[in-house]
């Protein structure tokens, strides 16, 4: 029988969770061969967090049954993923896409039929830490072929987490070159936050309460977006 205390920690510490180097389909929890011609008549939007992991691609889909989505890997120029100057419901510090000069990020691309992609909408938006955007003048490398100068994501509206000497923090489980500041994993910005905040419990009483008081939550949220860098790129909101 598992543990849901160290179910909801697993959860809080190793977001974004393991994604597969390259491209693949997920179809009904099953990883099978990515297929760009399943690309057609689907919407593209870009993963550079949780969303290019199976794990999250099954919470927020298996309900749907016999769905497939392609989940094409792809590079960024000059952006990175960040993590995000906000905590999720389930006590992740989330990334978010920032502009950053001389950067090339490696992130995928999901492709959304109509059905998955309100599903997305509404995972992403629900708490108002995120718009659903079109970014253009972009240069994005895919996989299966060609390059695109826009794309469509999710862009956050609180800005990145600074780091202590006032940087970005990039996600270590994000691969990219041409970085200038440090990454790390997400457990280790926890316990960034929880000393900037001064809690004084131990790190997985404060995860815990993170997840379980939204209030709590929120403040913390607050506290630690008061001095984020907010995103650097213009976009077309399409949807809030």
Known sequence: MSDPTAEILRRARTYPYEAPSGSYTWHHGDI??????????????????????????????AHLGDHRI?????????FDVVYAAHITSYGAVPAMLQRAPGVTVEIAVTWLDDAQLAIMHDSE????????????????????????????????TRGHLRSQSGGSIPLLAVRAEGRADAAS????????????VGDSRDPDAFVLELVR?????????????????PFGHPVTVLRR
């Open 32 to 61: 099978r061969d990515f297929v760009p011609a399943d690309r057609a008549g689907r919407r593209p939007v870009l993963a550079f967090g949780s969303n290019r992991a199976p794990e999250r691609l099954h919470q927020k889909f």
């Open 185 to 196: 994993a997400t457990g280790e910005v926890l316990e960034m936050i929880r000393a900037r």
């Open 125 to 156: 938006m629900s708490a108002a830490n995120y718009v659903y955007a079109r970014l253009d003048n972009v240069t994005l490398s895919l996989s299966g072929g060609g390059t695109a100068d826009h794309a469509f994501c999710y862009v956050g």
């Open 70 to 78: 392609p989940v094409e890997a792809a590079r960024l120029a000059d």
């Open 213 to 229: 008081d939204e209030g709590f939550r929120r403040g913390v949220s607050d506290l630690i977006s008061r001095d984020a860098v």
